[in-house]
Nanobody
Framework: QVQLQESGPGLVKPSQTLSLTCTVS??????????WNWIRQSPGKGLEWLGA???????YYSPSLKSRTSISRDTSKNQFSLQLSSVTPEDTAVYYC???????????RGQGTQVTVSS
């Protein structure tokens, strides 16, 4: 059973960088052919895919957020991380990490972490 757990600050000030980490247990982030994703859901909106890092370490981003997003991994800790820069209150959302395939079919997802952008 694969488990994912998000961690990071719940409150970020506008213009700062949001940083979250996803710790994975029960499976390796280097196992072919999985992609490790960051997704968010804002109040009243659907799920929004932010980006992913592949089992090979290649990163992929949503075109609308690419200029502000960076995803990295630490294979020694079996973790992957999200950085979203220059945040605004519109980035307030519940952030999830999830395992999926190249078609963004997710089979495991973390419980989510609320991040609020406010001064």
């Amino acid at each position: 059973q694969v488990q994912l757990q998000e961690s990071g600050p719940g409150l970020v000030k506008p213009s700062q960088t949001l940083s979250l980490t996803c710790t994975v247990s029960g499976g390796s982030i280097t196992t072919a052919y999985y992609y490790w994703n960051w997704i968010r859901q804002s109040p009243g909106k659907g799920l929004e895919w932010l980006g992913a890092i592949s089992y090979e370490g290649n990163d992929y981003y949503s075109p609308s957020l690419k200029s502000r997003t960076s995803i990295s991994r630490d294979t020694s800790k079996n973790q992957f991380s999200l950085q979203l820069s220059s945040v605004t209150p519109e980035d307030t959302a519940v952030y999830y990490c999830a395992r999926g395939d190249y078609m963004k079919n997710y089979d495991y997802r973390g419980q989510g972490t609320q991040v609020t952008v406010s001064s």
